[in-house]
């Protein structure tokens, strides 16, 4: 799961953190800046031990944001940018929770969980975009630029970290506004503050709790019979998740890829080894290593593992490539929901069994691999036109036109491209393209030079003329039919 770390650098983290434990007089007490980047590295220095695959980005923020560091699997860096930070004015709550949406637009979409960790020293700034006067408008947020964060738009955890002890009265008034901004923004999240006061310690070990309550690895044993091998989820799983994982992932038999199809999964894992041992650790090569044998045999035999993951929850094991085009594969779970029917194709889970026990064919003489015939062509098979932005419409409108100045020679092709264009506007209801469409046939019917066969002009018109009508909406257009040989 992406983490995004806000840090607050107003002129009061500049504050001094006295060391009560300390009796040399003349050390330099810390700050509350140098503990919260203590704290970061703290964090950081874990997910290089322990995650490895996850994306963090590190945002600084006081009346504006800036994001020091976006998106990134290199945790180095982040650790480095944090000897060039540089305090400024106010606090702004605002501008932090800006600085999430922005973040995630420029990376993710809001179908991506994210986890958010905001440190601050508790102040809760003053005047317009100040925490009180956040939560003072938030009823009116429905009309007003804070609907993009009250509540944000995608599953979020949220973490306020507070580097402020109950006792400092000069926070003890925006405690309650923090935990109150949590519920409004998700409804997961949890505010940390030092037990015992603000110390050097105290902040290390606030830290740490938060590493061990919120960012912990999930871990799990994978068996199969008598082979077995402790793994790693990467990205974890949700927090929100239906229900809660067995420690110990059963695979329950293995089925055909085509017989496990695609169906529908909440997310999907990339499974990874953890060493057994400091010497496996060091030589991991030389160690074997269950998931490994899995992965291969996957991949050979073409065959997916049924995996029980908890109490009535299954996933399925495969091997998948990085990319259509890459020879590199990784051992994936995909979770399924939750029951014992989730893949209707295949039925109950609980009745599968091994193939020997059938005297005959389960799927018949053809042994086609379904438990169904499907004779007819789904409609969700074909390929639909994806305008997602401008660029993908124009390219399907440029392949158009290159086959109408083929005309007649592309006749078939024009008019296939033409029916595949108009059956998307109509599906989209996308109807002013139909009209756009025309009068680019027009004008290319205009355009056409003089030596062009005469039977491009007629196509071109009949076409315009035909995505005029209502007609369009239902129907292919055809091609007109004309015969311009000489007697």
């Not at 006081?62 to 945790?75: A, G, N």
């Not at 938060?210 to 790693?232: M, S, W, Y």
């Not at 695979?251 to 085509?258: E, K, T």
């Not at 020879?327 to 295949?346: F, I, M, R, T």
Request: proline share 7%; glycine share 6%.
């Amino acid at each position: 799961m992406p983490l995004i770390i806000l840090l607050d650098v107003s002129l009061s983290m500049a504050q001094r953190v006295p060391d009560l434990e300390t009796e040399d007089k003349d050390a330099i007490p810390e700050t509350r800046e140098s503990l919260a980047a203590q704290g970061i590295r703290t964090i950081i220095t874990h997910y290089i031990e322990n995650v490895k695959l996850d994306y963090v980005s590190l945002v600084v923020f006081s009346s504006l944001f800036e994001i020091k560091v976006p998106f990134t699997r290199d945790y180095q860096k982040l650790i480095s940018s944090l000897d060039d930070i540089t305090l400024y004015n106010k606090t702004s709550i605002e501008s932090a929770l800006l600085a999430v949406t922005d973040s995630l637009a420029s990376k993710w979409d809001v179908s991506t969980p994210l986890q958010i960790i905001l440190i601050t020293d508790g102040h809760g700034g003053c005047g317009p975009g100040s925490l009180r006067f956040l939560i003072e408008n938030a009823k009116h947020h429905q009309d007003t630029k804070y609907s993009q964060f009250f509540p944000f738009p995608f599953d979020a955890s949220f973490l306020v970290v507070c580097l402020a002890g109950t006792d400092d009265s000069s926070v003890s008034d925006s405690l309650p506004l923090y935990e109150r901004l949590i519920r409004l923004c998700t409804d997961k999240g949890k505010l940390y503050v030092p037990k015992g006061g603000l110390t050097a310690k105290s902040a290390t070990e606030m830290f740490q709790l938060v590493i061990d309550e919120q960012l912990k690895p999930f871990t799990a044993v994978l068996r199969c019979g008598n082979l077995h091998a402790k793994i790693l989820l990467c990205p974890s799983p949700l927090q929100n998740a239906p229900k809660e994982l067995n420690p110990i992932f059963q695979i329950c038999g293995f089925l055909r890829v085509q017989d496990a199809g695609s169906p529908p999964v909440i997310s999907r894992h990339l499974i990874l080894p953890l060493p057994i041992s400091e010497s496996a650790l060091k030589d991991p090569g030389g160690t074997p290593c269950f998931t490994v044998l899995l992965h291969g045999s996957l991949k050979t035999q073409q065959l997916t593992a049924l995996v029980e993951i908890g109490e009535g929850w299954y996933g399925m094991l495969n091997s998948c490539a990085d990319s259509k085009h890459s020879k590199k594969a990784n051992l994936v779970l995909s979770v399924l929901e939750p029951g014992y029917d989730s893949v209707p194709w295949l039925g109950n889970f609980q009745a599968l069994g091994p193939l020997s026990l059938f005297k005959d064919p389960p799927y018949g003489k053809d042994d086609a691999g379904t438990p169904f015939q499907t004779p007819e062509v789904k409609s969700y098979t074909k390929c639909h036109p994806i305008w997602v932005d401008s660029e993908n419409l124009k390219t399907d409108m440029q392949k158009l036109l290159r086959f109408g100045k083929k005309l007649p020679e592309k006749n078939q092709q024009f008019y296939k491209e033409l029916n595949r264009i108009r059956q998307a506007a109509v599906s989209y209801g996308f109807f002013e393209l139909l009209e756009s469409l025309a009068a680019v046939l027009d004008r290319e019917c205009q355009l056409l030079p003089g030596t062009a066969d005469p039977a491009a002009a007629l196509q071109l018109t009949h076409a315009s003329s035909a995505l005029r009508k209502k007609e369009a909406w239902d129907k292919d257009i055809l091609p007109l039919k004309a015969n311009f040989q000489k007697d």
